[in-house]
Structure formats: C-alpha cells, structure tokens
C-alpha cells in the first residue's frame, strides 16, 4: 500500500509502497478515506527537538482520519466491515489508576499511534477494537476525518459551564478556530478571539467571533476588559501556547472565571499568581486530548445536529501523494485544515 | 393608576383605579410597558384550591413583566431612573441557610410579588432594589417581558450537562416549549417533545424539536427509546406535572441520565423507584425558579446572543384593560403566550 | 475443592466437592481466604421470586471475598501468584454508551459474578483480569472479605458532598451501618439513623449515631426535624427500601439537600413530589453497586488510614461448612456480617 | 474603650483609649472575648511595602476575635444581645456580578473589617448584620476566636473531593497546619507536608502529618513521589506563597489531581504549564477568603463533631495590652496561634 514515511532522522517525508499491516484478535483494519495533517505532523516533517526524541524512524505517521473497515479481527464485536469509522489514537493501558478511574485520556502509559506506531497517512491502518470509533453515516467524511482535532476543540469548551457565558480564545489555530464553532454551538457568547496572524484572523471572524484581535497591535486584555464592561471574560481557552497569550489570557479572565490551557508553550512561563489566580478566586484547567469517549459522544451529537459550522476551516484538498504540498501550506500560514485523500479525490 | 385586581375571595377579577404603591428607601417604581399571563395568574383568576388558600384579596397580581424604571428610593444604587429593568419576583429574606449558601431561590421565607404582594398587572408595580434586574436595551420589549417564565426554562435546562445531549420534554406549555429553545441554543440534539394538546404540538414543531409525540396515540416511551437506539434519552425534562407524564420521563430516561422536574403534580405519583432510579443510577433534580442571579446573567446572555427564536411562542397581545380576552384564550389552549400593554399598544 | 451450591430450583443450597474452575488468558483464579453473606445470597439460598427469574442452577454462589492468587491467564499483569486480592464481581462489558464514559457500574450488559456464574462461596473463584482487586496487604483479612458491601456505602457518601453536614440514614442494614462508619470518616456529623430492628439499632448506636429512631414508636420525621432546628437533614441515605422509611427519608431531607437510594423498594413507591422534591428543590441519587474503581481506590485509602472503625458489624465467624447456621443467623435478624472460612478457621 | 491602634505611616502600634463604635440600623455591637493574631497583622505591625499602599492611620487592626453581642440596631434580626458570635470581616457589595451569582468572597468591591476600617483589637467592634455569624454556644472560646484562618482550610480543603484522598501540603502556617486538621476529619489520608522551619514541622507532626518534609534537606517532590508509588498526591494544598514551594506543589501532584493555591507568592512564579498542568490535566484552583457561609457552616459542623484537634496550633494566650509580646513571638517563627484578651484573663 501507499504511505507517507519518515525514514529516518531528519526533516522531510516520502511516500513510499509498504506492506498492509497485519491485525490480531482484537484489532480492525480500516482502509483510511480521508487524513488530516495535525500540527503534530508539520513537528514530525520538520524534524525538531520534540520529533527527534519521541520519534522512532521508520514510521508512517498521521493520525486524523476517516475509513472504511476492510477487515475485523476474530474478538471484535464493536464493528464489522463496511462501517464508517474513526478513531481516538491515544491507546491507554486500562490499567493504571488514572484508566481505573474514568481518565484515560490521562493514561501514565498511553501510547499514540501516528506517533509511536504506525499512523494513517497510508491507503491502511490497523486500530484495537478498545479505540475503534464507529461514526453515524449522515456525517460527511470531511467532518469525520477531523473528529480527532474537533475532539480537542469539545473537549476544552466542555469541560466546564459554557452556556450563556462571554469566552476570550487566544490563538486561532486549528483548534482555537474549531472552539468558535463550539462554543457558539453551545449558547456561549460573545466570543472573543486573539490571534497575529492575519489570514487566521480572517478564519475567526468567518466562524462568527465577536471581536477579533490583533495582539501585535491592540492589548488584547484591555479590548476583553472593554467589552466586558471591565469585568473580564467568564471562560477564556488558551490555545496559542506563546508565553504572551498564555499571560493575557489570565489577566483577561474574570473573578471566578475559568481558564482551561490547551496550547503547549514550549518553556516555562511566569505567572503573577497572586492576582491572575489566586486572589481572582480562578479555576485553571490542563486540557490533554479528548475524554474517552464522553468527547466522542458529544460531537458526534453536536456534528450531527447541524449546529456546528466548519466548512471555512478546511481550507483544502489534496491527494494524499501530495502531501508535500500541504505541508507547505501549513507552513507557509496561509491554511489551516488540509485534507489528504488515499484515492486522490475529494470528496 | 390602573390595574386588575382579585377583590376578594372567588372567580374572576377587575380593572380598578388604585393608588400608585408608595416606595421604601430600597425601592424601586417602575413603569410597567408589558406584561405576561403565567398559568399561576390563571389559578388565581379562576379561584382554585390553592388561590383560595394563599392568597389574601384584594390583591393587584401579576408577576412576568418588563418596564422602565419611575423612581428610586433614597439607598437605591444598582438603577437609574429611566433604566429599561425587569425583576425577580421571589424576595428572599437573605439570612436562612439557603439564603446564605447561595440557593435564595429555595428560601425557607420567600414572599413573591403579584401573590403575597401587589403584582405586575397595573401600570406600576413596586420592587425591592435586590430583586431589580437591569435589562440590556438591545432586549426588545416583548422578550424582555417574558424573562421570568424563560427563567424557568434556562434554570431547568441549564441544571447540568446539556451541549451534545439527547433530550426529551414531557409536556409543552409554555416553558416545555421554552426548553426546546434553550436546549437547542445550547447545543442540545436531538429534542423529543410529548404533548397531547395539538396546538401546543404544532408550537413544539415550530421550536424545532426533532420528534413530537402524541401519548395519547402513542407510547411516548417507546417513541424515545426507538429514536434513541433503545438507550433513552441523555437528559429528560419534566414539565406536566401530569402522573403519566412523570411516569414516562423517568422511562424514557438513560441509565445515569438526568431528569428535571419542574412540573407541579396536584396529588402524589407512584414510582419504581428500583427499575427507574436506583439501578439505572438516575440523577433526578427538583427545579423551582429561577437562580439569583445566575439564571438571568445566562439568559440575558442567550438572548442577546441571537440564537433564542422564542416568537412563535408570544401568541397573543392585547391591552391590559382586555386581560379577560386574554384568560379565555388561555384557558381555551390555543395560546401559549398572551403579552398585556398597560399603554394599549402592542410593541 | 469444596462449594456451597444451589443445585436446583427451590429452597436450600448444599456443601458439594466440585472440580476447580479453569482459567483462561486473561483469568485470575484466586484461593478464599474468607467470605461474607450477602442479603442476596439469603434471597438465593431461600429462593424468592427474583431468584427464581435470575437464578441458574446449579450454581456456586457468593461474591463477598478476598483471597491470595493462586494462578494467573498468560496475558494477566495487574497481579502475581500470592498477592492478596478481593474483586469488583460485576463484570461489564467494556463497549456500551455507559462504559465508554466512565460509568461502568451501571454497564447495560453487566453480569455479576456468584449470580449470574459461578461465586466465591468455595475454596477457588475465578476472575477476570479487568476485575481484580490487589489489596494493600496492610489491610486485615476479615475487612478485605467486606470491601463489597464496604463500596456500597462508601460509593453512596461520598456521592456528593459530605464533610461538615448532618445525614440521615433510613435503614440499618450493613450497608446503613457502613455508612455511618464512612460519614464519620469522612467528616459529616450529626448523623441520625432510623431502623426497626432494636438488634441493628444497637449496633447504629455502637457505630456512633448521634441520634438513634425506633420509626415503629416515634415520628422519624419530626425527630431528624427536631434535632436540625426544623431544617431537615443536609444528606439522607436510603437504605431500607421500604416504602415507609422512602417516604420518610424525603420528608426528612432539607431544601436544596441530596437524597441518595440504595435501598431497593420491592414495589412502586407514592411520593409526594411537589413537596418533598420540587419546591424542595432536592437531588436525588439512584445508587447501584460500586463505581469502578474509584469507589474500590476512596475505600482502600479509608480503610488504610484507620478512621473506620467496622469491627462491631462483623457480628459471627464460622467455616464455611456451616453456612447453614450463618443462614439461620441473618435470618434471625441477630447479625450484621456473618465471615465464613474455607479452611474452617477465624483469622 | 482599650484599643491596639496604627497610629499613622511606620512601624509599630499603640495601645490607646478611643471610644466606643456607633453602630447604625443594621449594624451589631460586639464585646470582644478573645482575638487572634493574624500574619496580615503582623505586616501592619511591620508596616510592609503592602501596608503603606492600603492601610490609613489611624486604623484599629485585627480581624479574628469572637465575643458577645453588647448592641443591635434597630433593623437586626439575626442575632440578640448576649449572642455568642463571630464575624466574615470581609464585607461584600452585595450587587456586583459575583455577589449575585453566589461568589461574595470575590466580590469586586470587598472591603475588609480590620484593614480598610476599624477592627477587633479592641474591647468592641461593630459588624454589619450581614456579616455577623452566631456561634453553637458548645463551641469554646478560643476555637471561636480563630475561625477566620480556620475557614481558610476549611475552604481549600473542600474545594474538592478530599475523602479517601492523598494530601499534600507545601508550607506549615497556621492555615497549613489547621489543613492536616481538617483534611484528617474529612478522611484524607495519608497527608503530607513540607516545612523549612523545625518548629512549624513539629506542630505538623502533631497535627498528625504521615510524613513531614524539610525542603532544605529533602527534595520534597521525589519524598511525595516515593510515598505514593510514583503517582504523586491527589489533592496538594499550596500554603507556602514561596516560589520553590510553589513549583514543587506542581510537581507532587499526580495526573488529574487538584492543586489548590492559597498562599500568596511576593511576585511572579516560572511555572512549566506544559508538563506540570496541561498534559497532567491538572485542576488548579485559586482560593481566596472563605465561602460565605458555607464554609462557615461547615467549619462550624466540624468544630462541633468534635473531630478537629487544634489545640496544638493555640500556642499562646496573653492579654490584649500586652499585644507586642504576641507580635515578637510570631516573629521568632516559634509560635503558631496568639489569642489575646481584652478583659486580660485566658479563657
């Protein structure tokens, strides 16, 4: 089959002929539909300080997808063939505390394929039937092939009240732009977005932002503050993970509000903890992956109620053999969903 | 100033002249520019058990309404004169347990306006500053003038997980058909509706519930678990008060969903509450009122979101001298609704 | 080995020398060390009509225990030959809506082990990988062989809230007499407790009640009342199923508190919902079987830390030969936990 | 009357003779029997660059103390002459979002009894009546007289779920060291602590600490680590205010565990919010003041169930004139609890 390899240290990809992998017992092959490239994936391309230890060439990464089940093994009851599928690919190991406990989104040993096994830029991908996700047919493969960043998306919007509150998002990335969508989905609003970049800020304001914001050149705190008569945002979500948004974020939340920090900032940031937290009376919350599979179930119900509008987010389409092109656009900044297809037609 | 008014004990009620109430240093007076029929004004009206027990003619009632603020006590700080404001009519007294631990809505010593005191239905009304609720100008008049009964709803559709939930309502009076607005606001999917009056069916289908059942033609909880893969539904909202109905929402429920009761059975209900509750880890939860104040921050924000579409529900305006117009339509069933202007006009 | 078997439809159950049960890859086969008498297991061995629809004979029954591994599945890693172990015997099934999102307690296709097959009334009981328990070996034997019915009343307080509040407690079964060793762990205090049974009430007294109720002499209602200055108490634990003490048990809670059922009521209950649950604005809690694992990880931290005092409820010790006078005894209403050893001696 | 007076900017206190508090409609009149020193009052003694920014002379400081109601104005209600009672010394605005959403220990306009207006280090104090709380006359004077910092433990540690739970907690402060109390009595265990200072670590072993870490000697994080196989603490209370403190408070705590966050950092705190909260999920809460009132009732539950042991924190007992001896010895670091007495005699 085809698939996209890194082969070994080092920046770039190839697409290369590789055998179909072999399932057991309790696995399910599915033939991948539609794949989407992650900012993970861009990390693993480029080959930097985080791919260059976790990484283990050779591999075929990717690990946002759609499929059809080609094959079950003898102990899968969950699907059969023929079914319409995703997956969560964070495998945990149902059996440390945090899986004995309803967390295993948190598992101390999960392991994720894409990263750590092989992943879903290929025709194939083998997926164990406890991670399988059987999808509802009515939802396009489109939508069913960005469940798994969508997912981070509910996860973070979800994890606390959202209804008829006012929500600052700074970053507009994939998953802050899908947050948006959301959070509006979810009776929230006004929704305030901050982001640099001017092609994302674009993307903000088609998804229905209130006030986007330029950090570079307004303080976004003050605009948040403004338009709250002061009293700062009732929910703010981190998704930049730069040291200022992350900064701005605290200051721009009310007493009592929530801020739920999905962005990973690449070092230590500093806090004034006594007043962004701690005399603010704030709930922080550390947002990894998606629940299992309480995430899952909640967009799928939000996709499939018609609520949740997308489209401006995927940006574009392309063969999967061209995934070299897609990963320029991402780089270049001027993308932000990229959906690659094995049979090189869109959908 | 004029108003209806319950003279004494027995059916019906007047349009007198009465003096304008005399106000406090906490007060405030305000100018009433519309008012709402709630089905308790129609318990009073018509005189049933419970009126003749709780309440004392002459009384002006009255309680769902929206106006401009007259004039304010000497302590008032919280509005101006000339502030568009609605209120919370349920005064607590702000010193027992509930009140004190955040939960005034359950006050052990609650009085309300418009039944243990002069109501809405004149053209002033007087309210204690704790109770005013300043109301965002954006907020057109007739809305602004339903926001108690939309309490309810929010209140009930708010008290716990909704977005991404399946949802069934049994009974659609009014605010039955305002929890198919909230719920659908909030990200709530797919909504079941039962309601044997077909005017009330035909305004659940106007509010976009997705199945709306008729239980006296057919097993409603049989409709529920056939549309929801024989699982039942994620979140069930009681709101007949009907011995059936409450049989059928706890049916109809998931295991460990939650059920919310609003509505008021007249006598006690039989339950299995081994087969319903216990082994199904039901969560059911007693709803009365609305929170202070957190139900009107989230519904003054869902309103002004734009994404509640409550008009197919005001059925009916007419001025406040015709309110027997408006308690016969009422009482007929094909209203849901009915606003009242002391002015005449309707907005 | 040696088993207490029910070997056909009806009354009884007897001693039989049976062949040890083979495990497969992902079994755990485990030597009792000691086993208790579960209500159930009195129901089973006197045959009601619930055991008449659910039972199968013959069948070894039982699912109290703790016990040493004896042998391990290829595939099993959560325990090793000779550790000290009990087991969660209600085996779910890992797919369905309730599992998949952390509620495995109440799995739509749960099966119980030592009812629905073969228990732990026997020299060896065999258990799923996914179900076993390893027990710090700190705890003593005779309180690992109640960790079962222990995990009821340690899931049903710590339900929601509990340090700091008055409880009541309908029912002085084991699991009410385990709830009141837990709450007083656990902070709560005062604690009321209502039972019939002047045996039970003498152990609810040793347990640490504050207050002790005969409901067949004195008003349950107005008692737990008059010992809250009218208020009710904060959180009120059902556990008696029986229609009096339910109905009680509501009357007694206060506005805004929680209500938790443990207690299976062998009929429909009359509840007066309006006012015992919706102007009360009250929660209400089904509570079955004991979350996995939480509840398993709250109790063992429990009993580590020696804040349980339990040793007044094991009221008799015998080896398992004599099941019969264990019987006798529970059904005289004269024990709590009855303890029974396959090698004949009391630890 | 006798009072401990800051007579102007700078170092130091006097006692002084002013007069007695005029009370209004709504206040209260309180006779003081006991007051405790405060490390807040320490900083006013010291005069602190925070001091000098918010403290104008003269000023009566102090804010623990309980007494005896000497008079009420003519609108009180809540309590009576002769009323045993304490006081919430934080006055909300009653208005403000946050105290209309149940949130008054943040409110936006809080003004504090002893700091911006004069307070309890006197012979009388007067307290508005929305602030007074009357006290179970079994409860002793001198747990009266420190329900201020209590409440502060009791609010952290119940902000969360604490039963059965691993504690550990970074700084042994009085608030510290009333937290190993209280988490003990609400079924926490084990607890750990961590504390440079040899004399606050002999209060924290006696409180009933598991392990009791010194910070300069031990590495704290790898001792909670080693203690709990690994995992880390599920619930760490952060009392320290230091930033060494606070980071390791970060890293103690295991993957979806809560951190809460009460002592006060000088400045701003590095913190790696990638691995120390997002991919641990972690739940961090800023806590501030006490609830009100709900950590007043609990706190007054727990004090009567007679399960806190906090005589070892009351570690001296001097009449109020002699106010400087009580200062030095809190500044020596070997005291933990000062209670003074107007009338000179320890209760």
Not at 99 to 112: F, K, P, Y
Not at 149 to 154: I, S
Not at 244 to 263: D, E, T, W
Not at 272 to 294: E, N, P, T, Y
Request: glycine share 10%.
């Amino acid at each position: 089959m085809q698939a996209i390899v890194k082969p070994g240290p080092g920046p770039g990809a190839r697409l290369e002929h590789v055998t179909v992998p072999e399932i057991g017992v309790q696995d399910v092959l599915v033939r991948v539909r539609a794949a989407s490239i992650c900012g993970t994936d861009l990390h693993i391309y480029k080959w930097d300080r985080w791919s260059a230890r976790r990484i283990h060439p050779p591999l075929v990464f990717g690990h946002e997808f759609c499929g059809v089940v080609e094959k079950i093994g003898a102990e899968v009851t969950a699907v059969r063939e023929g079914d319409f599928v995703s997956a969560e690919m964070h495998v945990s190991c149902g059996l440390c505390y945090q899986c004995r406990t309803g967390q295993s989104h948190i598992c101390q040993n999960v392991r994720i394929i894409g990263i750590d096994s092989d992943g879903c830029f290929a025709d194939f991908v083998k997926i164990p039937q406890s991670n399988i996700w059987k999808i509802d047919p009515a939802i396009p493969v489109d939508y069913a092939a960005i469940l798994d960043p969508l997912g981070n998306a509910v996860h973070t919007v979800l994890a606390g009240e959202i209804a008829g509150l006012s929500v600052a998002i700074t970053g507009c990335g994939p998953i802050g732009l899908f947050s948006i969508a959301v959070a509006k989905a979810c009776g929230a609003g006004p929704i305030f977005a901050t982001e640099p970049h001017p092609y994302r800020r674009g993307l903000a304001e088609k998804m229905g932002a209130a006030l986007v914001i330029d950090p570079d050149k307004t303080d976004a705190v003050e605009a948040v503050l403004g338009a709250t008569a002061g009293m700062g945002a009732d929910v703010v979500l981190e998704m930049s993970g730069h040291p200022r948004g992350v900064r701005q974020a605290f200051k721009m939340l009310r007493r009592g509000g929530r801020i739920s920090l999905l962005g990973i900032p690449s070092k230590s940031v500093e806090l004034d903890l006594a007043s962004d937290v701690i005399f603010k009376g704030a709930l922080v919350q550390g947002i990894s992956g998606r629940r299992m599979f309480q995430t899952w179930y909640q967009m799928q119900a939000l996709v499939k109620s018609g609520a949740l509008h997308l489209e401006p987010l995927i940006t574009d389409r392309i063969a999967l053999k061209d995934f070299e092109k897609g990963m320029d656009l991402l780089l270049s900044g001027n993308a932000s969903k990229v959906l690659m297809y094995p049979d090189g037609k869109p959908q």
